[in-house]
């Protein structure tokens, strides 16, 4: 099981300026350091960093299935981060697990929520089921994108 961040393609242009999901270019702001959680590196951004605020669709193409929700990254480029240890990211007690499919669509009775303890567990039973490709962590609060699990 690998956790996969945002590719070093898609971050380096939108952090030199490049347009959105939504055609916008992203929002620089100031990191509080209070959870903003960059999905490249997949650290947390250090308080008073620049960031950036963004629309992001973790799948490879719109269709249905391909939610395009808020995201934040380091305003300067950063090395990707990754691989099967649990990212700094991913803080908080509870986060929602999704399955999904190759053709990158929801396999309904995948989502749930789970708790941080169990979440490397409930990724490894879902990535089992052969109907799953990947599995999305989102935020249990607000459904924001974090990382994409890989097997």
């Known amino acids: ?6 590719s070093t393609l898609i971050a380096r242009a939108y952090q030199s300026g490049g347009l959105d ?3 916008q270019v992203p929002e620089r702001q100031i990191s509080d ?9 997949l650290n947390l951004i250090p308080k008073g960093a ?34 099967a240890a649990m990212p700094q990211i991913l803080e908080s007690p509870t986060y929602i697990l999704r399955g999904y499919g ?13 708790a ?6 409930e990724a490894a039973r879902r990535l089992a089921d052969p109907r799953i490709a990947y599995v999305h962590v989102r935020s249990a ?3 924001c994108f974090q990382v994409r699990i890989d097997a």
């Open 1 to 6: 099981m690998r956790f996969s961040p945002i």
């Open 21 to 23: 999901a939504n055609g």
């Open 33 to 41: 350091g209070d959870g903003n959680p960059c999905r490249h590196c």
């Open 50 to 83: 620049e960031m950036l605020v963004l629309a992001h669709r973790p799948f490879p193409a719109p269709q249905p299935y391909a939610e395009v929700g808020p995201i934040f990254l380091c305003a300067d480029a950063c090395e990707a981060g990754g691989g």
């Open 102 to 114: 190759p053709d990158d669509r929801i396999v309904y009775g995948t989502g749930a929520v789970v």
């Open 116 to 121: 941080i303890e169990t979440l490397p567990e």
């Open 141 to 143: 609060r607000n459904n």
